[in-house]
């Protein structure tokens, strides 16, 4: 074993050949069955970005109940996962599926990576600079649309979001000499942050005003408007966060959101900016510049 619990995925290297191994299964966040077995794909393949892998295979994973559910719709939640696996260079293998009263859908997912360019949570170094890679709120707004604040068409913009992959993301993260990243997904920008300060044993500086969020996000968590994850996110992270005074509740909550198919949170050493840079720009992809690592014992700023 290389890389154990607490990093997004695990390393284990087996005669030369290091694989990544993670799982992640979610809940309904759309209606649509084809959509969101597409962003189920891209959610679960997002681990072995986040490492500086490349996915190979994926085992579904479907609980449902099997008395009132149309066969149609889990071909259609298959063939949106299978295609999004497709483009992510990976397949579809097989899986299983167990009767259960709330329905559920996600993958068991093997890829390879280096050895050198394995990135970690552990990674991060004084001096670094952050940046990320999608804008927050995609539990905020989903959960707006399910109670009915907003309109379903606002979701579009979130669901774009959600499908994009973190496969460029990740290769530029490797090419500009990254030791650590993480995806931004179930704990939020903040508890995603606070495990990389953590296990790298530094501290990291956001600068909650350089940080991207979608439309009506700011707007919904001011409000009070936002799942019960990103209170129990925010509630786990204060201990261990030093907020300005200018930072209000609504901003914390907002960036302790849970997100789903999130963008990469990474730590780009001196130099290594440019290169991440270039890339993404060669590939029109945005990114955001909201933070840096100092020394320090585990601690966001």
Known sequence: M??????????????GTFLVETVDVITPIVDDPYTFGAICAANSVSDVYAMGGTPLTGLAILGFTTCDFDPDVIKKLLDGAADKLEEAGACLIGGHSIEDNEFKFGFSVTGVVEKDNILKASGASAGETLVITKPLGTGILTSAAKKGKIK?????????????????????????DSKSA????????????LNIARRSKATLVIHSKKVPFMDKVKE?????????????????????????????????LAL??????????????????????????????????????????????
């Not at 068409?153 to 979130?158: C, Q």
């Not at 029109?284 to 690592?293: C, K």
């Open 182 to 193: 993480t995806d931004v997904t179930g704990f939020g920008l903040l508890g995603h942050a």
């Open 2 to 15: 290389i890389v154990g619990p607490g990093d997004d995925a695990g390393v284990f290297r087996h005669k």
């Open 256 to 301: 302790s959101d849970p997100q789903t198919s999130g963008g990469l949170l990474i730590s780009l050493p001196r130099g290594g900016l440019k290169k991440f840079d270039r890339i993404m720009k060669k590939n029109n992809l945005p990114y955001w510049t909201i933070g840096e690592v100092r020394k320090g014992k585990g601690r966001i700023i």
């Open 220 to 252: 919904l968590s001011a409000a009070g408007a936002v799942p019960k994850g990103a209170r129990t996110n925010l509630d786990f992270c204060e201990k261990a966060t030093t907020f300005a005074e200018s930072v209000s509740n609504g901003s914390r």
């Open 152 to 176: 379903s068409s606002a979701l579009n913009a979130v669901i774009d979001s959600m499908l994009m992959l973190n496969k460029t993301a990740s290769k530029a993260a490797v090419a500009a």
